[in-house]
């Protein structure tokens, strides 16, 4: 469990120190192109959830509530062995220090800081911690798809 809780601490940190740069330093240029026209960084004031989400609503509690619950659920899931394998777990610490990271964000500040910006597909603006949320859930969907597969395989 410890590591999982030092690989927490250092994701948010590596979140939470490229806001804070976003936040002291991107902000005043509002946008830097990288690569014009494809991929820029751009400095945003998030008041929703993913991808600005319920943003007209004041729902920044409702968010850091739903943040600290699924981290406690993510680790009473660890904690009790309910996850077989290493993937299963490391998906979840994703998803868990994403989540966090936002939260911190939103207490902090009242918004979440983004800044990475894909022009060229249109994307939303997004940061390192959606980056983790994203990267865990789809770790999350591919342990459940082979542990459900080999979950049938040895019932046959």
Same mark, same amino acid.
Request: hydrophobic share 55%; proline share 2%; net charge negative.
């Given at each position: 469990?410890?590591?999982?809780?030092?690989? /927490?601490?250092?994701?948010?940190?590596?979140?939470?120190a490229v806001k804070y740069w976003a936040f002291t330093s991107l902000q005043a240029q509002q946008t830097i192109p990288l690569i014009n026209g494809v991929f820029h960084l751009?400095?945003?004031?998030?008041?929703g959830a993913a991808f600005s989400l319920f943003a007209q609503f004041d729902?920044?509690?409702i968010f850091v509530v739903l943040a600290i619950v699924i981290t406690v659920a993510i680790f009473t899931a660890i904690?009790?062995?309910m996850l077989q394998t290493q993937l299963g777990c490391w998906s979840l610490i994703l998803v868990a220090a994403g989540a966090?990271?936002?939260?911190?964000?939103?207490?902090?500040?009242?918004?979440?800081?983004d800044?990475?910006?894909f022009r060229l597909i249109h994307f939303p603006v997004f940061n390192v911690?959606? /980056?983790?949320?994203?990267a865990g859930g789809v770790l999350f969907v591919l342990y459940f798809m082979f542990q459900h597969k080999e979950t049938s395989e040895a019932e046959k």
């Open positions: 469990m410890p590591i999982y809780i030092c690989a /927490i601490l250092l994701m948010i940190a590596a979140d939470q751009t400095y945003i004031e998030n008041r729902s920044r509690w904690y009790k062995n966090l990271g936002n939260a911190i964000d939103r207490v902090a500040h009242g918004f979440v800081v800044m990475f910006d911690a959606d /980056i983790f949320i994203c």
